[in-house]
């Protein structure tokens, strides 16, 4: 087993701002995935990362900026918070390959996004 | 583009019923997975049970099992003798491959379900 954990939990940020997420997984696994969930719009792919130092957009990459410097950890820069934007943003990791235990995803809590 | 529909908004049963949670999706590819998510009021996010295109015989995992119906594009989640506790939003994902042997879920919006005592 292993578990993803991420930091904060909690982040209140001010528009404008720059802010940074962070996952860490030791299940060893080779990708790396942030979601973004919003009330009623489920869960949608921001950034993917195949391997270290691999950066892969996802379908809302704009408005945000990742990085993968160790295969353990990947993070996630917003890089201009909006007024009153709620999220809540979502880590995952997979094994790699092409069995369907290679494509399940295994989640981090979450880190929950407020902006004054 | 691939599309995972999940109809119902939110279901209320008694507990210790069976119930079960509809999805249909759409895809091209010949080979496929289909997952189901559970979301706790923490806010975790915990898998539950896979369904592989090719296997015909429908997925068990626990009190959870899958109606495979891959003619219909289906893909319904079973919760036999449900408890208080199963209380959550469910999640059905299909994986949509990225790259190479890489894939990404495309979710449903899910479906809230409360269990009553």
């Known amino acids: 087993g292993g578990i993803i954990t991420q930091t904060p939990k909690f982040l209140i940020g001010q528009e404008g701002q720059k802010l940074t997420l962070k996952c860490q997984q030791n299940?060893?696994?080779?990708?790396m995935y942030w979601y973004r969930q919003d009330s009623g719009k489920g869960l949608r792919l921001i950034y993917y990362?195949?391997?270290?130092?691999?950066?892969q957009k996802g379908d809302l990459s704009e408005g945000y900026d990742a990085s993968r410097e160790k295969k353990s950890s990947f993070s996630l820069t917003v890089t201009s918070a909006q007024k009153n934007e709620m999220a809540v943003f979502l880590c995952?990791?997979?094994?790699?390959?092409?069995?369907?235990?290679?494509?399940?995803?295994?989640f981090g809590a979450g880190t929950r996004l407020s902006v004054l | 583009a691939q599309k995972v529909t999940q109809t119902q908004t939110s279901i209320s049963v008694m507990e210790k019923t069976t119930v079960t949670m509809d999805c249909v999706y759409e895809?091209?590819?010949?080979?496929?997975?289909l997952f189901w998510y559970k979301q706790t009021a923490s806010g975790e996010i915990v898998f539950l049970i896979r369904q592989d295109s090719y296997k015909k015989e429908n997925a068990t995992e626990g009190h959870y099992s899958l109606n495979f119906q891959k003619p219909k594009s289906s893909i319904g989640l079973i919760i036999t003798a449900t408890q208080i506790e199963d209380s959550a939003v469910y999640f059905c994902a299909m994986r949509e491959l990225i790259t190479g042997n890489t894939g990404k879920l495309i979710f449903g919006l899910g479906t809230t379900l409360q269990v009553q005592p």
């Open positions: 990362s195949i391997t270290e130092n691999d950066l």
């Open positions: 895809t091209r590819d010949s080979s496929y997975f």
């Open positions: 995952a990791s997979s094994p790699s390959g092409t069995g369907g235990s290679q494509n399940t995803l295994y």
């Open positions: 299940f060893n696994h080779d990708t």
